[in-house]
């Protein structure tokens, strides 16, 4: 049977083995509620909170900095909306970039039916946004900053910590989210100085389903949910302890081996990246290729394009090489993983200044944990022949 080839890290990674051991407990034995004050929910205080330690340390955060949320999706969406319900005596005005996962676009979105403005700084064409372009931005209004960290698609690097300095400078609440860069990018909030940062375990070998939001000491948010006081009235509901501990777990894992797989994904990489560029022609690399995240390989082929047809436009063709690349059983990506089915060219390929048509052929390559040379071999020498087929075929065949 053909050996699958796993490169879509960056949509979601498998749950480490010594991640699973150390929830699996919190499924039986230690099943208490973790507000229970008796024996049981005692223990499972204990681990909720030896978790917490443990995410924050991954950060730099103190415990209580924490709150734990169903992962990155609700992080960014409590960050936001906390800070404009919280502010509203304030201002009204929102800066973030043209590049945002859905997660904070959307959430932008939502707040400007709300009668919130919200600017959309663009990027360069490297992929990296300019933070002298962000502080033009602020105006008296302005209640808050958010920029993602690490980009899911392309991978660049932002100066959050520039912009988290404007921010500060001008009295306005900092977000980012950097839950592409959590356990591939040392991430320290104090040094940085963000107020605020989304966080989610399933990126870096934890559970689907948990993640968390730094949150400054002092800053004040108002909550999405509302219930039970737990994660001090901004997360009510019971704690799923299993998750928890699983994140606790991954944040632990990450401390200690972040340092050699970041030197051990470059390095499989850029053989990749190369590879790519040398054995096969039109490639643009999409973002910078040094503040760039160990792990991503993002590139678009020209001549890939849809074309018009009497029924209508046919789907990208990068539907059609990820069809390709599946057969063969490389697993990849188009861009990010939310908009993988959608014919629609990807809004941050577009704000990089690709053409829709150039859009129309990117693919994501993403790596982890799990990946060896074997797999990149694999990959140099099935590509190729695939991009040249469907070059040749001119796509549209279905
Ligand atoms: C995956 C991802 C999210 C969403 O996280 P979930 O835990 O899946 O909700 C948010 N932002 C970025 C940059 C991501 O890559």
């Not at 356990?183 to 605020?196: A, S, T």
């Not at 678009?300 to 990068?318: H, I, N, Q, R, V």
Request: aromatic content about 6%; charged content about 20%; hydrophobic content about 40%.
């Amino acid at each position: 049977m053909q050996k699958s080839v796993y490169l879509d890290y960056a949509a979601t990674t498998p749950v480490d083995p010594e991640v699973l051991s150390a929830m699996v407990p919190c499924f039986s034995e230690n099943f208490g509620n973790a507000s229970s004050g008796h024996l049981k929910g005692r223990k499972a205080r204990l681990a909720v909170e030896e978790a917490r330690q443990k995410v924050a340390g991954l950060i730099n955060a103190s415990p209580e900095e924490i709150i734990f949320t169903s992962g990155g999706t609700e992080a960014d969406n409590l960050a936001i909306s906390g800070i404009a319900g919280a502010s509203r005596e304030l201002g009204n005005h929102i800066i973030t970039t043209s590049i945002e996962h859905h997660a904070v676009f959307e959430t932008c979105h939502h707040l400007q039916k709300q009668g919130f403005e919200v600017t959309f700084v663009p990027v360069e064409p490297d992929g990296i946004v300019d933070a002298e372009h962000i502080r033009q931005a602020v105006t008296g209004k302005t209640i808050l900053i958010s920029v993602i960290y690490a980009n899911n698609e392309i991978g660049t690097i932002q100066p959050v910590k520039e912009i988290a300095g404007i921010a500060r400078k001008y009295g306005v609440s900092s977000h980012s989210d950097a839950v592409q860069a959590i356990g591939r990018e040392h991430i320290d909030v104090k040094e940085m100085g963000v107020d605020m940062l989304s966080l989610t375990a399933h990126k870096f070998y934890g559970p689907k389903g948990i993640g968390a939001l730094y949150i400054r000491n002092g800053l004040q948010l108002t909550p999405i949910l509302y219930g039970g006081g737990q994660e001090k009235g901004l997360r009510p509901g019971t704690e799923s302890v299993p998750l928890i501990v699983g994140f606790g777990k991954a944040a632990e894992i990450a401390m200690r081996d972040m340092e050699a797989e970041i030197k051990r994904l470059k390095l499989l990489r850029d053989k990749l990246i190369n590879g790519i560029m040398q054995s096969i022609e039109g490639v643009l690399l999409n973002g910078d290729m040094a503040k760039r995240l160990p792990n991503n390989v993002s590139v678009c082929f020209e001549g890939l394009a849809f074309k018009k047809t009497a029924s209508g436009d046919m789907p990208g063709g990068y539907l059609y090489l990820n069809r390709e690349l599946d057969k063969h059983g490389i697993c990849a990506s188009a861009g990010s993983a939310c908009s993988g089915t959608e014919a629609t060219p990807s809004h941050v390929l577009i704000a990089l200044g690709r053409n829709p048509e150039q859009a129309q052929g990117a693919l994501r390559l993403s790596l982890g944990k799990w990946t060896t040379e074997a797999d990149i071999d694999n990959t140099l020498e099935e590509l190729p022949k695939i991009v040249e087929r469907l070059r040749t075929g001119n796509t549209i065949r279905l």
